[in-house]
């Protein structure tokens, strides 16, 4: 029998695949170039997340950010070829820190912390994609950031135990792709 969170785990699954689709789609076309570090950042901390956050029970609420990581991986990969190669001293200070506070986190062995440090990481790496999409939003895919936060609050209904560990990171990447989203949308319209 399918439980309600096994109902919301999988349909946020099904919409954070579908959520990549027309980035996928954009960068084959060469409508979007995904910003390198930024996706190297996502992908490292889609995975930590995963990890902390099954830790602290989330459960099948996890299933959107195992998708995450994956297709994360593979847009990295694919910003070596299709990138923006826009890459500036505060863009590397940022993937710098980035690395940094991940470091800590794998010594700190404290969930709280470490899911903290990777919420605080994930906004950081989300820098340069914000200053991208600010000064060249038609290279972004915005439909990507508005349906990737639905799949994160689908997440949140799936999660099996709501805590810190487990809450923490879905609520940012709904901020931050809110707030990406919005960027790109009021950009276009200028």
């Known amino acids: 029998m399918i439980t309600i969170k096994i ?49 602290g029970g989330a459960g099948i609420g996890v299933l959107p950010f195992v998708i995450g990581t994956i297709l994360c991986g ?35 062995h404290d969930p709280v912390l470490s899911i903290i440090l990777v919420a605080m990481i994930d906004f950081i790496g989300f820098i340069p994609t914000f200053r991208k999409s600010y000064i060249e939003p038609k290279t972004e895919t915005a439909s990507t950031y508005l349906v990737s936060a639905i799949s994160s609050i689908l997440a949140i209904g799936a999660l099996l135990n709501y805590s810190l560990i487990t809450m923490l990171y879905p609520i940012t990447l709904i901020l931050t792709d809110m707030t990406c989203w919005f960027i790109i949308i009021l950009r276009r319209k200028k």
């Not at 910003?79 to 190669?85: A, D, P, R, W």
Request: aromatic letters at 22%; glycine letters at 6%.
């Open 7 to 55: 109902f919301f785990g999988l349909v946020a699954g099904i919409v954070s695949v579908f959520c990549f689709v027309p980035y996928f789609r954009d960068i084959f076309l060469h409508k979007t170039k995904p910003h390198i570090y930024t996706w190297l950042i996502w992908s490292l901390l889609q995975g930590t997340s995963v990890f902390i956050m099954l830790y």
């Open 74 to 108: 593979s847009i990295f990969i694919l910003s070596f070829k299709y990138g923006t190669k826009n890459i500036t001293l505060i863009d590397t200070i940022c993937l710098i820190g980035a690395l940094v506070a991940l470091i800590f986190y794998i010594f700190l």
